[in-house]
């Protein structure tokens, strides 16, 4: 059974920092590309970040330069670092992992992130 258990989220203050880790098992975690998604309320899910195999990393404009994506192949988990939060950061990020080969994709459950004083 494939797993992509996201953890991390919670509130914090604009200009803060958070972690989110996404833990993935049941797949041979290396064969994917590994991204982050967001959606607030309202809103549609869009791409923050993405991270291949070999470490090539994507990252949306509206988060380049605060935002650090990163994985560690060997504990099947991807990272991001976020930093600087501002207020519009805030909505619910989900881990997507898509097959360099074929296959189907999965998503995690996401977890939310709050960024309000």
């Known amino acids: 059974q494939v797993q992509l258990v996201e953890s991390g989220g919670g509130l914090v203050q604009p200009g803060g920092s958070l972690r989110l880790s996404c833990a993935a098992s049941g797949i041979a975690f290396s064969l994917y590309v590994m991204e982050w998604y967001r959606q607030a309320p309202g809103k549609q899910r869009d791409m923050v970040a993405r991270?291949?195999?070999?470490?090539?990393?994507n990252y949306a404009e509206a988060v380049k330069g605060r935002f650090t994506i990163s994985r560690d192949n060997a504990e099947n988990t991807v990272f991001l670092q976020m930093d600087n939060l501002k207020p519009e950061d805030t909505a619910v990020y989900y881990c997507?992992?898509?097959?360099?080969?074929?296959?189907?994709?999965?998503w995690g459950q996401g977890t939310q992130v709050t960024v309000s004083s």
């Open positions: 997507h992992a898509v097959p360099t080969r074929i296959g189907r994709d999965y």
């Open positions: 991270i291949t195999s070999y470490g090539t990393v």
